[in-house]
Structure formats: C-alpha cells, structure tokens
C-alpha cells in the first residue's frame, strides 16, 4: 500500500521514520509525562524551533493537543485583544469540530448541534473585495486556511490573503491564519503564511507537528497576548514531554533533510504527471492537492485503493485530495499515475 493521505496530513514523515522514533523512545525512558505548569527544557527547545520556523514576529507559542482547540484558543485570544464579537471567515472553511471552531467552519449548521454559535459570524465569498468589504469595526478577526484542505485543496491565492491583512489592519482586528494542513513544510514553504510574504497575528499548527502523535500549537505576536495572565490559557496534555521530543524531531528532519524543497519538486511531478485518466486539473500547493475528477472522487478513491493507493476524498464530490508524507518519492508518484492511467475517465 502507497499512501498518499498520510492519515489526514498526520504522518508528515511517514511511518518509522528513525529520527523520529528515537526521540520518541528516548523521553519516553526519560520522563513520560508531566503538565506545562512545570518548565521543561524540551519544551522551550520545541516551541524555540517551532517560532523560528514561523513568519517573523510569532514568537509566542502555546502547545494544545488538536487543531481544532488550537483554533478555538486562537479565536479567544483575538477575542480578548479587541473586545469585539465578531469574526469574517471564508466560504468554503473548515476550522474544526469544536464549538468555537465550528461556528467558524463552511457548512456546520448540518451537523453542529449546539444550540447557538458563541459569536457573530460572517462568511465572505473567496473574493478579495467581498473579503474586505466584510470586515469592519465589529471584527475581531478573520480567520482562513491559505489553502482551504477539506474543500478539495482550495488555494484562496495571494491577493486574497493580502486584502485580508490590510482589511485587519485598517480595523485593528487580528488575523488568523489556521495552518493545521498547509504547515509544517507541506506547501514547500515552512508555512504558506511565508510562502506568500504574509504576516498573520496568530497562526496554528497541527496534523503533522508531532509525526503522528496528538499536538498542535498558537504561534502569536506578543501584542494578542497583551493582559493575559497565567491560567488564562491551558491544556491539561498540550506540551507533554514526549510530544515535545516529536516535535523536536519533526522540525529537525524537515529543515537538514531537505525535505520542504522535496514537497516543492514532487508537487511538481503529481502536477506534470497526473493529470492523466479521470484528473482534469490539479489545484493547491505543494503536497496539499486536489486531483479535479470526471467522475465521483468516491468512485476514484475506491479504484486507486484496489490497486494499492491510499487517497483521499473532499467536500468536493470531484476531488480526491492528497495529503502524502513528505518522505514521498519520485518512483511513487509514477506508480500513481499509472494507476490513474489505467482508470477509466
């Protein structure tokens, strides 16, 4: 079995991966466990590494267990440094399961369930003018994936992202960029945030932070911190030592093997590739993309699968969306695109 879904972005370095198994294995024998209200060296390695990995100035960092709880404390904190009550997010966005993250997410009133969202929200169509004309005084923030994974690896495009930095700006809102799929090398770049020469407010991490185990993190200037006080923010398992030692070892592979102008170069490849059989077109960025089908991308899924391909799908019925670690190669990508050669278009 090839995978190419990499567990929903989680597996960023694939399974075994040695430097990432020793470091687990290694603070497993050391100290398993204990909360952040203690100071732990491997902490302060790990969020010193993951802050010089974010755009200039996110250099505050807060360690939580999901992407979606990074979100919701994300959503907080731009809550608490504006005193305002309402957040713009984009059509098409998924920001999580969560109440808060829900309330910000594209479609959650089918399955939402609880009674009321906790604030106001607006959701713009993926359209810089629409975007902007949006937010004004009573925003908070505005909060959007630079590519929109669950809609089938929508990039929402440079201007896009721009207009929403200087709509916050004229507003004194925040922006929040939610990289829980696009970071941690994905698109090519650390984070599509730099990627695009976009200076978010508050960013969050996850999927992949820590290689397979449960982690995800709020990377902030120290301005949307302004106030807080300790026990204003916490997480009973986010910075867990052996979480820590994965992260540490994660960011460490990424950045000495290369392996973010690997997501480049093989982007490249699915792209050149790929576009044969059912595929159409190919959108996103990097290792974060959307195979536009002819046909169901349920169908597709369920035919690469018989022939050894694990893939995903999307909320687009025709797209399958691939997710695959970083450590993907070459030779792979070719088999894939025999296979979708030999499936019907």
């Known amino acids: 079995m090839v995978d190419f879904y990499g567990g929903h972005a989680v597996a960023l370095l694939g399974y075994g991966h040695p430097r990432l198994t020793a470091a687990i294995e290694r603070q497993t024998r050391e100290l398993l466990f204990q909360s952040n209200a203690v100071p732990m060296a491997v902490r302060e390695r790990a969020a010193?590494?993951?802050a010089a990995l974010a755009p200039e100035g996110l250099s505050q960092v807060l360690f939580v267990n999901s992407g979606a709880e990074a979100n919701e404390n994300a959503l907080r904190l731009a809550f608490r440094a504006t005193g305002r009550s309402k957040v713009v997010a984009v059509e098409g966005a998924f920001h999580g399961r969560t109440a808060a993250a829900a309330a910000v997410t594209w479609g959650a009133e089918r399955w939402y369930a609880f009674p009321r969202r906790p604030f106001d929200v607006v959701f713009a169509p993926r359209d810089a003018a629409a975007l902007a004309a949006a937010v004004d005084d009573a925003t908070a923030a505005v909060i959007l994936e630079p590519v929109q994974g669950v809609a089938g690896a929508v990039p929402l495009g440079r201007d896009l992202l721009a207009a929403a930095r200087a709509a916050t700006e004229r507003v004194g809102a925040l922006l929040v960029l939610d990289e829980v799929q696009t970071g941690m090398g994905r698109t090519g770049a650390p984070f599509a945030a730099r990627l695009h020469g976009i200076a978010p407010d508050l960013l969050t991490v996850g999927k992949g932070l820590a290689g397979g185990l449960p982690a995800a993190a709020v990377a902030a200037r120290p301005e949307a911190l302004a106030g807080l006080a300790p026990g204003d923010l916490g997480t009973t398992f986010g910075g867990g030592p052996v979480v820590m030692a994965a992260v540490e070892a994660v960011i460490g592979?990424?950045?000495?093997?290369?392996?973010?102008a690997r997501a480049q170069v093989l982007s490249g490849l699915v792209r050149r590739r790929c576009q044969v059989g059912p595929v159409t077109a190919i959108q996103g960025e990097g290792l974060l993309l959307g195979l536009c089908t002819t046909r169901p991308a349920a169908a597709i899924q369920r035919e690469l699968l018989a022939r050894g391909f694990l893939v995903g799908t999307s909320a687009d019925p025709h797209?399958?969306?691939?997710?695959?670690?970083?450590?993907?190669?070459?030779?792979?990508?070719?088999?894939?695109?025999?296979?979708?050669?030999?499936i019907p278009a």
Do not use: D, F
């Not at 797209?319 to 030999?342: C, G």
């Open 48 to 50: 010193s590494a993951l």
């Open 253 to 260: 592979a990424l950045v000495e093997e290369g392996l973010m």
């Open 319 to 342: 797209v399958v969306r691939l997710l695959p670690p970083l450590v993907l190669r070459a030779a792979e990508v070719e088999a894939l695109a025999i296979a979708l050669e030999e």
